[in-house]
């Protein structure tokens, strides 16, 4: 993938492309062969950065939808001259290298999202047609004759029976048929990425969607295809930890030893909390990293509240999918999470796509708050655990107290506020104030 130069700055950063098995893609649209990694270990041997900044988007589209999210958070960032003067203060030889990481992690085509937002509406099957709609999501979310068959019910109801009120049987086995071929699974708080939610109840997230999009306005759910909109959250949730576990932490580990005095910090948004996670736990949680990350920074986390806890107090006896990462020593400075009662994205749609929708509105904002069974960190912070503290976002010139492997929860929604529909506040994360809480993760 090729280099990308951010306009009215002079950073750069390199976009590396993984497919949804992690692997890295080598159809470089710049004609040059090789992959993205490999040409940036052989640049480095004769001009070896100080710092690696790693940034994952989450719910998102194509390339060109990626380059948007990374020139707006890596030109904020560079544009921090006042962090970037503290850490040159702090290390003289300051050296920076930025490298965006692209994954298909996106369920629904370009002419279905709308303004791009993470959870857009839906729009019709008609717009396309049916069988058009079958290919796509097939493609999506796994080509099978299983998924193709489940998926030709669905919009074929769809098409036909858009006023439903109830979700018809035979619609209802078929997205049954659906999730079985998912193979998503339902093991609670304590799973993995796509099996921390309950089983899977199409007439629950039908009538429950229909509930939401009334308080929304409108039918933003999808109708009929609500439920397929909650399938499609988790499988994009399970491949960011594929992605993560299988494509990023062999990345780390490759930068580790390329460069092994550059200090590695990581970003993730929304499902990309769950890749810069996944890449720190690697295969199946418990994998070596050769070399911890200097930082992590998570902001709105569309992962569980709980994936980092060794106990969990609502599951006693279970832990977090996660919950090795900090006693392993993954992450050699502070682990920092921001959550925002404005982000409807993580606050509204998390519990729903996990089927508990009609659960109680808990508020992480009060003095002793009893946190829910299913939420997400981008509401909630990271509980459950005893490395945990929380802080008010500060302004772009303020100061924070962080701690070398703890979790520094960050309440931000006095920052991350603005935005409108379904998905809140979800995507304000360009402003100058996160920007420097990244800054200032790298710098504790």
């Known amino acids: 993938m090729p280099f990308q130069t951010i306009a009215g ?19 470089d649209p710049d004609g040059i062969a090789g992959r993205m990694s490999e040409r940036l270990l052989a640049q480095w041997q004769a001009a070896a950065p100080t710092d690696v900044f790693l940034w994952s988007h989450g719910w998102q589209g194509d390339l060109p939808a990626a380059r948007i999210q990374y020139d707006r958070w890596i030109g ?34 370009d002419e279905e999202l709308g303004d791009g937002a993470s959870f857009a509406p839906l729009a019709g099957p008609g717009t396309q047609g049916a069988q058009a709609m079958i290919d796509a999501y097939a493609q999506r979310l796994g080509d099978t004759p299983q998924v193709r068959a489940a998926l030709a019910v ?10 439903a009120v109830t979700l018809p049987d035979p ?51 999808g109708g009929l295809l609500a439920p397929l909109r909650q399938l499609s959250f988790w499988t994009m949730k399970k491949r960011g930890q594929t992605v993560g576990e299988c494509g990023v932490f062999p990345l780390l580990n490759s930068i580790g030893d390329a460069l092994p005095a550059a200090r590695i910090h990581l970003m993730g948004h929304s499902f990309g ?37 060794p106990d969990i107090p609502v ?28 982000d409807s994205a993580v606050g509204t749609l998390y519990p729903w ?7 109680v509105a808990f508020d992480a904002t009060q003095a002793s708050p009893t946190y829910p069974t299913f939420g997400a960190i981008g509401a909630f ?12 976002m500060q302004p772009y010139d303020g100061n924070y107290a962080m701690t070398a492997g703890k979790v520094l929860n960050i309440e931000a929604s006095e920052y991350i506020c603005n935005g409108s529909g379904i998905a809140g506040a979800h995507n304000d994360i360009a402003g100058p104030e996160v920007a420097h809480l990244i800054w200032q993760a790298a710098l504790a």
């Not at 700055?9 to 159809?27: I, M, P, V």
């Not at 560079?78 to 996106?106: K, N």
């Not at 669905?154 to 006023?163: L, P």
Request: hydrophobic fraction near 45%; charge should be negative.
């Open 315 to 342: 599951r006693p006896g279970t832990a977090g999918y996660c919950h090795h990462v900090l006693p392993d020593g993954k992450v050699s400075g502070p682990l920092v999470v921001t959550r925002s009662r404005h």
């Open 353 to 359: 796509a996990a089927g508990v929708a009609g659960q």
């Open 9 to 27: 700055t002079s950073a750069t950063y390199a976009l590396l492309a993984l497919d949804a098995a992690g692997n890295e893609r080598s159809d």
């Open 154 to 163: 669905i919009f074929e109801a769809a098409r036909t029976q858009a006023d």
């Open 171 to 221: 619609v209802r086995q078929a997205y049954l048929q659906l999730d079985q071929a998912l193979a998503l699974g339902s093991e609670g708080p304590g799973g993995d990425a796509g099996a921390d939610r309950l089983p899977f109840d199409p007439a629950a997230s039908f009538a429950e969607a229909n509930q939401l999009g009334a308080a929304f306005g409108g039918p933003v759910l």
């Open 273 to 309: 909390a769950v890749v810069m996670s996944a890449a720190l736990g690697g295969p199946g949680g418990t994998a070596a990293l050769r070399r911890p990350a200097a930082s992590c920074v998570l902001v709105q986390g569309a992962m569980s509240l709980w994936a980092y806890a």
């Open 76 to 109: 904020a960032f560079a544009r921090s001259a006042g962090d970037e003067q503290a850490m040159r203060a702090r290390h003289p030889d300051f050296a920076i290298a930025h490298i965006g990481v692209h994954w298909p992690s996106q369920p629904w085509g």
């Open 381 to 392: 912070g990271i509980q459950g655990t005893d490395a945990a503290t929380d802080a008010p």
